[in-house]
């Protein structure tokens, strides 16, 4: 009981979810599942405390010049239609793992849209014997390590001048 007290002190500022305090009591799985079927947690909730559950200790912090940007590439990562609520769920994993300071900074960010599409790979006349996918997948690392701010000129030209296009 004494981690969930110290957990409801350092973030009750912040208005966390319940379940969002409720996580702290449960050591696995198990004991997560057992106790949404006694208290029927909607499945709103049930889906937050599964994320926070899942990612309690291994979404931390990075130690560079961006804190969140593991968070930031997990939300990226994420189907384009699940990024929102992703977003308010990391909010919330924030407010459990205690990075208060983080919150603010996550808020304002918006998640930022991957520049290029099949269509931009076309443009620049590649007809590619490998699926369109395999260069994507690449261009879009490349433009996760450069911290999002590569542009779809940018990413061509890399493209290009890396021989990805010509692999």
């Not at 106790?35 to 560079?64: E, I, T, V, W």
């Not at 997990?74 to 919150?103: A, T, V």
Request: glycine share 2%.
């Amino acid at each position: 009981m004494f981690e969930l007290e110290n957990r409801w002190l350092r973030c009750m500022n912040y208005q966390p979810e319940p379940m969002t305090l409720l996580v702290t009591l449960f050591n696995d799985q198990e004991e997560f599942d057992t106790f949404c079927k006694r208290a029927k947690c909607s499945s709103r909730h049930k889906n937050l405390g599964q994320f926070l559950l899942d990612y309690r200790y291994s979404l931390q912090p990075m130690r560079d010049r961006d804190l969140l940007y593991s968070y930031k590439e997990f939300l990226i990562n994420s189907h384009q239609n699940q990024q929102d609520i992703r977003h308010q769920y990391i909010i919330e994993l924030l407010k459990y793992q205690g990075y208060i300071y983080l919150i603010d900074e996550i808020k304002q960010w918006s998640i930022p849209k991957f520049p290029i599409d099949v269509w931009d790979l076309q443009q620049n006349g590649l007809m590619s014997s490998r699926s369109f996918s395999y260069f994507l997948r690449h261009l879009k690392e490349q433009w996760k390590s450069s911290h999002f701010q590569m542009t779809k000129e940018e990413l061509i030209q890399y493209g290009f001048q890396s021989g990805l296009f010509y692999s």
